[in-house]
């Protein structure tokens, strides 16, 4: 795994993400920032009390744009500086899956902040390990993803790899199967066996899967539709990929 303690600390904001992230790594909350005003609402006085039992250093501001959260955000009144604690490298990944029937979701061209914390929000959810995501042509895991995850982020993995085929046929050798999630897949999502050890590979709406990236895949699976729009949010095809897959496992009943 990649050291925490080495790793550059990124600003998150938002009431859900920060107690999310307070729960498992307090310790690796370097600085919670907070508006004056902050605190007078049930919820955020429990997470100032949440702070406070875990010793961690929080300051007042009337400005926390000034701390990294981009202008204009939504931020409840609340940041966080963190580590990156959910990063990991792709060596490590078997520990993460020990004694579970492996789950992993791979992000191909998906740069939309919002998607890419819906899909690991979808993966939590749904009982994946990790989210693999290719260093180029994918969103960087940043504030905005774990704010669209509703610090769902902090519950999973997230594995960044210079090669998304590279990685996919790594996968393979550790004896995972590679579904590509595509409107053209020659599988329907519910006639696909999904209860072995699994990658599902997931595209932007619009271009897709990449060329190779579906070449690599060794089937590809199709969401039917039945009414009058032929295609969907990635982040919405995700889950209900997922979802299916939880349900052949019996996760779901």
Excluded at 26 to 54: N, T, V, W, Y
Excluded at 123 to 152: C, E, F, N, Y
Excluded at 186 to 195: A, I, M, R, T, V
Aim: net charge positive.
């Amino acid at each position: 795994m990649i050291p925490s303690s080495k790793s550059k600390p990124i600003i998150i904001w938002g009431i859900h993400p920060v107690r999310e992230f307070l729960k498992r790594y307090s310790s690796d909350c370097q600085e919670i920032f907070i508006h004056p005003s902050f605190g007078k609402k049930k919820a955020q006085a429990a997470l100032l009390r949440m702070a406070e039992q875990r010793a961690v250093v929080v300051t007042r501001t009337e400005h926390i744009e000034s701390k990294g959260v981009p202008a204009g955000i939504v931020h409840q009144g609340i940041a966080a500086l963190v580590r990156p604690v959910w990063s990991i490298d792709f060596l490590s990944l078997p520990m993460y899956w020990k004694n579970k029937n492996p789950l992993v979701v791979l992000c191909d061209q998906v740069t939309d902040p919002q998607n890419v914390g819906s899909i690991i929000r979808s993966a939590v959810a749904m009982g994946a390990q990790a989210v693999l995501l290719p260093g180029h042509r994918t969103g960087r895991i940043t504030g905005a993803v774990a704010k669209s995850s509703s610090g769902a982020l902090f519950h999973i993995k997230i594995c960044q790899v210079g090669n998304l085929v590279t990685a996919m046929r790594q996968l393979k050798e550790l004896g995972l199967w590679i579904a590509g999630l595509s409107p053209d897949g020659e599988q329907k999502l519910w006639d696909s066996n999904l209860d072995s050890p699994l990658a599902l590979v997931v595209g932007a709406e619009g271009t897709g899967l990449h060329r190779l990236v579906k070449k690599t895949c060794d089937f590809l699976i199709s969401i039917p539709h039945f009414g009058p729009v032929a295609s969907m949010n990635v982040a919405s095809a995700a889950s209900i990929a997922l979802y299916e897959v939880a349900r052949q496992r019996n996760l779901i009943v």
